[in-house]
Nanobody
Framework: QVQLVESGGGLVQPGGSLTLSCATS?????VGWFRQVPGKERDFVAA????????YYADSVKGRFTISRDDGKNTVALQMNNLKPEDSAVYFC?????????????????WGRGTQITVSS
């Protein structure tokens, strides 16, 4: 059984930075971050293969966000720089144990409870 716990959300000013962390337990193939605002679908943000073979980003965050893995701690971080008000959302960590489309929410078997990010002055 895979368990995921997010941490690091909060309020930040436009242009600021924030790092989210996802503590994982169990064996996974890839881990992703998604975000969701009320009334809308959950959108892909970034993902990585647990093997270290690749990282993937949504166009809206490319160059500003970085996803990485800490082997020793079994955590996946999402470093977010130059944050914009439109980045405000609940951010979810997710994991899959099967090879699928990493950009699709339906590909993920396990989800964290989410953490709120608010970008506002």
């Amino acid at each position: 059984q895979v368990q995921l716990v997010e941490s690091g959300g909060g309020l930040v000013q436009p242009g600021g930075s924030l790092t989210l962390s996802c503590a994982t337990s169990g064996t996974v193939l890839f881990v992703g971050w998604f975000r969701q605002v009320p009334g809308k679908e959950r959108d892909f943000v970034a993902a990585l293969l647990w093997s270290g073979a690749g990282t993937y980003y949504a166009d809206s965050v490319k160059g500003r966000f970085t996803i990485s893995r800490d082997d020793g701690k079994n955590t996946v971080a999402l470093q977010m720089n130059n944050l914009k008000p439109e980045d405000s959302a609940v951010y979810f960590c997710a994991a899959s144990t099967s090879p699928r489309n990493m950009r699709a929410a339906r590909s993920y078997d396990y989800w964290g409870r989410g953490t709120q990010i608010t970008v506002s002055s």
